[in-house]
């Protein structure tokens, strides 16, 4: 079955640095890829998504990569601030029956220190 | 703004005693959602209607139940909550139609007394 493989936390950055999640997949066909970042006691928010081979998807930042060659969407930052601090979920969306599930990887949490 | 919605925030119940609850979106999403998370971990999913077809998961215990009396609505019963039912849960809506991804409720945290 499809599956999704996250790079495991935690990780801890200062403020600035350069952050790289790496998340990589299994799946049949051609899956949509997600970041989602949860907040303390929030839920999930959808962070950037990419639907198809070498698409980019961008937000607040935080950019991620379909790459089908290598089965990766891994999540990268230029320079990370305190209010990243975050949980963040890589997932693929299906194309076999049953699409609208997700499937989670296990979560990064980060924290950024000033 | 167009919104998943979910009450209470925080429920405490005891062992044992039933407790229901709530969602409501307003973003007119065919599909719905109920997730378990427990601390550290990823979304669960327990079970999801696609309009008023229910799907649940395989390994969804029986104790969970659910409800969608419209398209804005749904409900998880959970009928005898154990120690172990303590945890986030999370509703999320998406449309088959459009194919949007997933747009998650901020929760409630379940704790059991």
């Known amino acids: 079955g499809d599956s999704v493989t996250q790079m495991e936390g935690p990780v801890t950055l200062s403020e600035e640095a350069f952050l790289t999640i790496n998340c990589t997949y299994t799946?049949?066909?051609?899956?949509?890829l997600f970041w989602y970042v949860q907040y303390p006691g929030e839920g999930l928010q959808l962070l950037l998504k990419a639907t198809k081979a070498d698409d980019k998807g961008s937000n607040k930042g935080f950019e991620a990569t379909y790459r089908k060659e290598t089965t990766s969407f891994h999540l990268e930052k230029g320079s990370v601030q305190v209010s990243d601090s975050a949980v963040y979920f890589c997932?693929?969306?299906?194309?076999?029956?049953?699409?609208?599930?997700?499937?989670f990887g296990k979560g990064t949490k980060l924290t950024v220190n000033p | 703004d167009a919104m998943v919605i979910q009450n209470p925030r925080y429920q405490v119940t005891q062992f044992g005693k039933p407790v229901t609850l709530s969602c409501s979106q307003t973003l007119n999403h065919n599909v719905m959602y109920w997730y378990q998370q427990k601390s550290s971990q990823a979304p669960k999913l327990l079970f999801h209607?696609?309009?008023?077809?229910?799907?649940n998961e395989a390994d969804t215990p029986d104790n969970f139940q659910s409800r969608r009396p419209n398209t804005s609505f749904c409900f998880l019963d959970i009928r005898s909550p154990g120690l172990g039912d303590a945890a986030m849960y999370l509703c999320?809506?998406?449309?088959?139609?459009?194919?949007?991804?997933?747009?998650f409720g901020d929760g409630t945290r379940l704790s059991i007394l």
């Open positions: 209607y696609y309009d008023k077809d229910f799907n």
């Open positions: 999320a809506t998406s449309s088959r139609t459009t194919g949007q991804p997933q747009h």
């Open positions: 997932a693929l969306r299906g194309t076999q029956g049953g699409s609208e599930k997700l499937v």
């Open positions: 799946a049949t066909g051609y899956p949509s």
